[in-house]
């Protein structure tokens, strides 16, 4: 599966120019929405915002509320007198911290595009993942869970690399760093079942993190992201014409496009704390440990597995029984690194 790799400011430069370019579109900067604009008997027909002038209303057909983990949708509601939803969270107390690289002049990058090596519960509660990006650059994130001690500075960070194993450490010893240590310990996989309350605002519709947000040391929050604005578009351009979009039809459907990665995101997650672990979660925990140890001496398997992983392949990927067996069997004896590289 060809894959590209790059910073995330590139993403995001890239993304807002093309948004930018976009004929109807307006973006307004330096405004925080502090709450619903509406009308009897609770349709959302816009936003109220302040800035540095004081404080205005913006009106909207459509409300989409994409603020993320910070996003104060439930208090929201509340004021327009809906019932709080039930909001399910699981913390494994994971921390990454993130620095940047260049090579110095000449030095030519190593051979391999990047690193992988996992935590796992309930014995590695290190790891980390090294990937190139532009501008010949080598971009470091060291994940700790459990309360793991996470690095400050240059000198803390590359001690961190040299207790685990894989070539990063050596790598990052003779390059040069250029961005300070970036430490980020917010990764509480969260869940908010807006799906399941019983009424629902007409105009308003809430995806993205501030629905459902993953810790982000599985990659998954921006591709899901992605799948849901792909279903907005669906229902928006499959409704009869003139018709309000359904909200509460668009978050039952989202519900259902965050379900597999949830449980891919939240099985590893759960197994921390040992002494609560269900047996579904306990054999889930299992069969991804192993699914792991066995997709690097397997292609078929890596590819099923990437597929999934990617979200370009639905969740019955793994199903063929003949993959199943696979992973079942496990890897050659001695075929079990707990780093990977690519």
């Not at 008997?41 to 993320?68: C, Q």
């Not at 983990?69 to 911290?97: E, I, M």
């Not at 501008?135 to 994940?143: F, R, W």
Request: hydrophobic fraction near 40%; glycine fraction near 8%; charge should be positive.
């Amino acid at each position: 599966m060809p894959i590209q790799t790059f910073s995330r400011p590139l993403l995001e430069h890239v993304l807002r120019q093309r948004v930018r370019a976009l004929e109807p579109v307006t973006l307004r900067d330096g405004l925080t929405v502090t709450g619903l604009r509406t009308v009897p008997p609770g349709k959302v027909t816009g936003v109220r915002v302040k800035n540095g002038d004081g404080e205005d209303e913006i009106a909207a057909d459509l409300v989409v509320d994409a603020s993320g983990r910070s996003s104060h949708l439930p208090q929201w509601l509340a004021a327009l007198g809906l019932p709080s939803p039930r909001t399910t969270t699981v913390d494994a107390q994971v921390g990454y911290a993130s620095h940047t690289y260049s090579y110095p002049e000449g030095q030519a990058p190593p051979s391999w595009m990047g690193v992988l090596q996992p935590l796992r519960a309930p014995d590695f509660h290190k790891g980390c993942y090294a990937i190139q990006i532009e501008n010949k650059a080598l971009h470091v994130t060291l994940h700790g869970a459990n309360g793991t001690q996470l690095p400050h500075s240059d000198g803390e960070f590359l001690s961190f690399a040299k207790t685990l194993r894989g070539p990063v450490a050596d790598t990052i010893a003779s390059l040069t760093p250029t961005s300070a240590v970036r430490r980020y310990a917010r990764t509480v996989n969260r869940k908010i079942a807006y799906h399941r309350l019983a009424s629902w605002p007409d105009g308003l519709i809430a995806l993205g993190d501030s629905v459902c947000t993953f810790n982000p040391a599985y990659g998954q929050g921006m591709t899901i992201a992605a799948l849901e604005a792909r279903l907005l578009e669906q229902m928006l351009s499959n409704r009869p014409a003139r018709t309000p979009l359904d909200g509460q039809a668009f978050q039952k459907r989202l519900a259902r496009v965050t379900a597999s990665s949830w449980l891919m995101a939240t099985t590893p997650d759960r197994a921390w704390d040992q002494s609560r672990l269900s047996w579904p979660v306990r054999a889930g925990n299992w069969f991804m440990n192993r699914l792991i140890d066995t997709v690097p001496h397997d292609p078929q398997l890596y590819t099923a597995f990437s597929g999934l992983f990617h979200m370009t392949a639905g969740p019955l990927t793994l199903a063929d029984p003949r993959l199943l067996s696979r992973v079942l069997i496990g890897p050659r004896p001695g075929g079990s690194p707990r780093t990977t590289t690519a």
